[in-house]
């Protein structure tokens, strides 16, 4: 069923393409119609003719009256279109009787590699992490659904220097210690002990620079301590993987030991290239257009004066297998925006190496901090770091006490309660995090992210549920269960049956579930969760504003009763997929 607004685009820029090859008709939902058309004014601009003539010209010349009840100039030069009642009923109960809601695979599927999460061995998840890997994973899901296919790469930080002090303080606690305190989740306090006797001990310290020495000759017995290392700070990230709700699993983590022993020939073949500068030592390319505060040539290191070699030669590794071992043709990567111009230069050399090859991208995911209510970074009383896995227990606690304020519309048994509790807590964490802007900063705040009320995920998942609800009383002869806690199973009554939209909420409702393959969309081409999250918000709230005008089981008419029937179950179908797709949890009662 193809797209809502991908279909008046394409008739549109046909009309617009008759004035100017190429000019943008600017589609925009609208509160005066369904639509607003506003690239005539920039149109008239460029022609030097007034933009209601322009607007009149895409009227006359778009074909629009299969679809279209209104289309009509407003303003200065506004085309408002209002789709025809036939048109709507027509694709809602198309969209009603297709498993994919009307999301149709893409014509060209990519092979996408997205780059996400990214802890470091021996050290604990902490709020950081968070963005990272919830936009990550949604992107996974999005864009898998879309029909791309999808490579997950957790780039964990499991190779470099500090392993040889890590595997020293290993060695002084005894391996059978090390293990059980590192298997019990405190990977921080593992880590700061070996640095406190890396920084007061001499002797610790050279035999940690032996260590390191040992490791990347590839000594038996060193790699089997950092194997260690590896495996229990590998068992703590899937208990907070699982936790979290996310998709990762061990199979997908690639770690900068997995590039190591490719970083000699990203070298060689910079140098074969004649890309390679030496600057004070150091290995350097110098891409075009990266200039330092001084306005002098900016260097990316690829190998150090000490011939290690920097991050930049294990992410120019990276770039390289990706496209050549997996065949991608979309690399994102899901990391904080304080990485902007190091990602940039990477990408500029990896172009220059010929590695970055035409129709290969690859962009970066940048997103912004989690605030505390101070305004600053998010952080523990103690001025710490807040741990991941702290603060997603906090999370259900203060959900399962948001349930017990508000009240329940139906009776849950203890491990039900639990559930929803669970669903609650981490879905609104992610919805929190997800719905805004990636690129901006947010602030972290309990109460409003665990609202049953406005733009949270308690709010959308309480619609899904009351739809269900909704259901479960149809199932029951339109009244509530009898017992208490007595679970009817039904699904959406009969989605064949004729759609009627008498009603303006029924109308606007129509009118809003059509929007969701445009809201998928525009989700996946920018790499931006939140317009997924803003489109299932104006959707729960034309749901509200239907539910609380049009009676569905007391509708005065059967066929009315079926009709919105029809409408409400695509609503639920509808939010439960894209929370799904959010990675969040929608469950049936609450």
């Known amino acids: ?36 058309v ?60 297709d498993p994919r809601l009307g999301i ?50 957790n780039h964990v930080g499991d190779w470099g220097t500090p392993f040889g002090m890590l595997i020293e303080h290993l060695n002084d606690l005894g391996e059978a210690t090390a293990v059980h305190e590192l298997s019990a989740g405190d990977l921080n306090s593992f880590y700061q002990a070996a640095r406190r006797s890396f920084d007061a001990d001499e002797v610790f310290r050279e035999r940690s620079r032996r260590r390191v020495v040992l490791l990347q000759s590839g000594d038996p017995e060193t790699l089997r301590l950092w194997r260690v290392l590896v495996d229990q700070s590998i068992a703590y990230f899937d208990e907070v993987y699982a936790k979290l709700g996310v998709l990762l699993t061990d199979d997908d983590i690639r770690g900068e030991s997995f590039y190591n022993p490719l970083l000699p020939s990203v070298v060689e073949d910079l140098r074969a290239k004649g890309l390679l500068v030496e600057d004070e030592g150091a290995r350097c390319v110098f891409p075009p257009g990266f200039t330092n505060r001084h306005g002098d040539p ?50 500029a050399v990896a172009k220059m190496a010929g590695w970055l090859r035409e129709g290969v991208e690859a962009e970066h995911v940048s ?17 710490a770091s807040t741990k991941l896995v702290d603060l997603l227990d906090e999370a259900v606690t203060r959900a399962s006490s948001a349930m017990t304020e508000r009240g329940r519309d139906e009776d849950l048994s203890e491990a039900e309660r639990i ?14 995090d997800l719905s805004n802007d ?55 009554p009969d989605s064949t049956a004729p759609v009627s939209l008498a009603a303006p909420q ?28 803003a489109y299932l918000y104006e959707l729960s709230s034309a749901f509200t504003t239907f539910y609380e005008h049009c009676p569905v089981l007391r509708a005065p008419e059967r066929a009315t009763r079926e009709s919105r029937l029809v409408l409400a179950g695509t609503t639920a179908r509808v939010l439960r997929e894209g929370l799904s797709l959010l990675g969040i949890e929608a469950p049936e009662r609450m």
């Open 104 to 153: 149709e695979a893409v014509p060209v599927p990519e092979v996408v590699v997205v780059d996400y999460s990214a802890p470091n061995v021996a050290k604990e998840m902490h709020v950081g992490h968070l963005r990272s890997t919830v936009i990550g994973d949604s992107l996974c899901r999005i864009l898998g659904h879309l029909g791309h296919r999808v490579v997950r790469e």
């Open 419 to 432: 559930a929803v509790a669970r669903a609650l807590g981490i879905g609104a964490v992610k919805y929190a």
């Open 367 to 383: 997103f912004g901090h989690i605030l505390g209510s101070d305004h600053k970074m998010l952080r523990t009383r103690a001025g």
């Open 298 to 347: 900016l260097p990316l290191i690829v190998q150090k004066s000490d011939e290690g070699y920097g991050y930049a030669a294990t992410d120019l590794a990276c770039i390289r297998d990706r496209v050549d071992r997996l065949g991608a043709t979309r690399i994102l990567y899901v990391v904080g925006s304080p990485q902007a111009q190091h990602l940039e230069m990477c990408f």
């Open 506 to 533: 029924e109308r606007a409702l129509a009118v809003a579930l059509l929007g969701y393959p445009a809201a998928l969309g525009a989700a996946a081409k920018d790499a931006e969760p939140s317009k997924l999250c």
């Open 438 to 492: 990636r690129t901006r900063d947010y602030v972290f705040d309990w109460d409003r992210m665990l609202a049953f009320e406005g733009d949270t995920g308690p709010y959308l998942q309480y619609a899904h549920a009351r739809i269900r609800s909704i259901f479960r009383r149809a199932a029951a002869g339109g009244t509530p269960p009898a017992e208490a806690g007595t679970v009817v199973d039904a699904e959406v």
């Open 38 to 97: 506003n690239g005539a004014l920039a149109l008239a601009k460029q022609l030097g003719r007034p933009p209601r003539a322009i607007a009149d010209a895409v009227v006359a010349t778009a074909e629009l009256s299969d679809m279209c009840e209104r289309v009509e100039v407003s303003g200065p030069g506004f085309v408002n279109i209002v789709l025809s009642e036939e048109f709507l009923v027509q694709r809602v109960a198309e969209m009603a009787t």
């Open 1 to 36: 069923m193809p797209d809502v607004t991908a279909l008046l685009a394409a008739r549109l820029q046909a009309a617009f393409d008759r004035l100017s090859p190429g000019a943008d008709p600017v589609l925009r939902p609208s509160d005066r119609a369904d639509f607003q």
